[in-house]
């Protein structure tokens, strides 16, 4: 099982970005991919996840409205569109993937992942 994190890189505020996170080596379909991020000497923290067949998207309160997870069956590759960024955005971006499928509460919790990418970098800055 792989999950590849790409797409970080540096904008400034109130730009854009697309994060890609792509699976392969899954048995099956049913797994649910989530996103998290972490700040320098901070905790890794939910961004957005979405369930395994793309029915249910969950986000922060701090990117609700700016972020926007998506999936493409076809290419086994999630997306985080990011909008109207903010330098507090910063951080390490990390996708992960829930094989149970997961939950509105448990896909918000970084413990319940089995898998993780290896994070891109997204800096926001003048």
């Known amino acids: 099982v792989q999950l590849q994190a790409s797409g970080g890189g540096l904008v400034r505020p109130g730009g854009s970005l697309r994060l890609s996170c792509a699976a392969s080596?899954?048995?099956?379909?049913?797994?649910?991919i989530g996103w998290f991020r972490q700040a320098p000497g901070k905790e890794r923290e939910f961004v957005s996840a979405i369930s395994y067949a793309g029915s249910y998207t969950y986000y922060a309160d701090s990117v609700k409205g700016r972020f926007t997870i998506s999936k493409d069956d076809a290419k086994n590759t999630v997306y985080l569109q990011m909008n109207l960024l903010k330098p507090e955005d910063t951080a390490v971006y990390y996708c992960?993937?829930?094989?149970?499928?997961?939950?509105?509460?448990?896909?918000?919790?970084?413990?319940?992942?089995?898998?993780w990418g290896q994070g891109t970098l997204v800096t926001v800055s003048s």
């Open positions: 992960g993937a829930d094989i149970l499928g997961g939950s509105g509460y448990t896909l918000k919790e970084a413990r319940n992942y089995d898998y």
């Open positions: 080596g899954f048995e099956s379909d049913y797994y649910a």
